[in-house]
């Protein structure tokens, strides 16, 4: 699944928001790829689930679109 992260602008924000997924579900696979301030992730937890890990990592996201 992949998320639109408009305020993920660093380092700093795709560490904290690979964390705050890995610490719900420490197998995910996290992307974050900066230039498009987008972050995929490969989980079994639903949309909703990482959406608030997101969330709660200080970053508000929205599933991206094509």
Do not use: W
């Not at 639109?4 to 924000?13: A, I, L, N």
């Not at 974050?32 to 490969?42: A, F, I, K, M, Q």
């Amino acid at each position: 699944m992949e998320f639109s992260v408009p305020e993920m602008s660093c380092g700093h924000c795709t560490a904290a928001i690979e964390k705050a997924v890995k610490d719900v579900d420490p197998a995910a696979t996290v992307n974050c790829d900066l230039d498009t301030r987008r972050v995929t992730v490969d989980t079994s937890l639903s949309q909703a689930d990482v959406s608030q890990a997101i969330t709660e990592a200080g970053y508000e996201s929205e599933p991206a679109t094509a």
